[in-house]
């Protein structure tokens, strides 16, 4: 099995090493700030793992890094009543910005996978619950 290449940015101190879990954070909290998107998705272990009181803010993306690259895969949930296409595109623009910005690292690619919508009546009644009903479907 191939050795996945991490990032490095070499500086006159030593070695900066980015975990791929700190860009899918930076992702997730630039995606979670985009108007018309619900929730992230993680699938029902990671939404399980969360009510258990465990907060996975890079819930819902999936990162690969090489080198100084990164390809970033995102699943939403978006609320009902929103332009699809203008939500995701929002979320690429946002995230490719905070990542690039925060890591320093060149983005290759923000793949958005619109995994539901949820309407307005399940977030009254309960949106932790409305998240894992359309993401289980």
Known sequence: MEEQKRSELSTEMGAIRIADEVVSTIAGLAATDIEGVAAMSGGWGTDLVEKLGRK??????KVEVNNDETRIDIYIVVQ???????????VQKEVKQAVETMTGLKVTAVNVQVVAVQTKKQSEADPELAADVDSAE
């Open 80 to 90: 009902f009543g929103y332009p699809i296409p203008e939500v995701a595109e929002n």
């Open 56 to 61: 996975n803010l890079g819930k819902g993306i």
